[in-house]
C-alpha cells in the first residue's frame, strides 16, 4: 500500500555500462523510484539518495514488493526524514548480476555507481555530491553495496549491507 503523497514511478534507465553484454542483456533496465511525500511540494528542496539494491534470483519488482518500501518511506516521512529510493533491476539471465564488471552480462558495477546515479542526479532534484548518496542491499545486492563503496568510495557516503553474500574473512597476515 502506498501512503498518501508517496510517489512511485516506474522508469527505464539506459546503461551505456551494459552494451555489447555477450548474453544481449536489456541495456535499457528497469528503475523503481520512490519519492517522498514533500518531493512535490517542496520545489526548491533537494533530497539524499538510498540506491536499494536486490538480491540473487530476485528483480526490483520483487524486492520492492517484499520490503514495503513505499511504507517505510511514509513512516519516515512523517518523523521528518525525507530521501529518495531509487531500486535498479539487476536480474539476468543468470538470476542476477552480482554488481559485477562481466563481459557475459555487463558492467553492472559502473551501471550503478556512474550511469545510474547520473541519471537520478539529472532527472530529480538530489543531493547530487557524495554526502547525499548511500548504498543499501540485500544478499547479492549487499555484495553489491561492498563492492560499488569499494571501487567508487568519492560516489557515495552511506552504505549497509543486510545479510551480504560471497564476503568472507579476510584471512590474509600483514
Known amino acids: 500500500v502506498v501512503p498518501p503523497g508517496v510517489v512511485v514511478q516506474h522508469i527505464k534507465v539506459h546503461g551505456a555500462a551494459l552494451v555489447d553484454n555477450l548474453e544481449g542483456e536489456p541495456v535499457d533496465r528497469d528503475v523503481i523510484v520512490i519519492l517522498p511525500p514533500s518531493y512535490a511540494k517542496a520545489k526548491a528542496r533537494h533530497y539524499p539518495v538510498i540506491y536499494f539494491m536486490h538480491g540473487f534470483a530476485l528483480t526490483a519488482q520483487g524486492f520492492y514488493d517484499f520490503m514495503h518500501v513505499p511504507e517505510s518511506l511514509g513512516t519516515s516521512a512523517a518523523k521528518g526524514v525525507d530521501f529518495i529510493v531509487v531500486m535498479p533491476d539487476t536480474d539476468t539471465k543468470l538470476g542476477g548480476s552480482m554488481y559485477s564488471n562481466s563481459p557475459t552480462t555487463g558492467d553492472f558495477e559502473t551501471f550503478i555507481a556512474k550511469d545510474l ?55 590474509e597476515t600483514v
Do not use: E, F, N
Not at 122 to 130: D, E, Q, V
Not at 137 to 163: D, F, L, T
Open 117 to 171: 546515479v547520473s541519471y537520478v542526479d539529472g532527472h530529480y532534484r538530489t543531493i547530487a555530491k557524495r554526502s547525499g548518496r548511500g548504498l543499501a542491499g540485500h544478499s547479492m545486492g549487499g555484495y553489491g553495496v561492498w563492492k560499488i563503496a569499494r571501487r567508487y568510495p568519492q560516489g557515495v557516503s552511506s552504505i549497509y549491507a543486510m545479510s551480504a553474500c560471497c564476503v568472507g574473512p579476510r584471512t
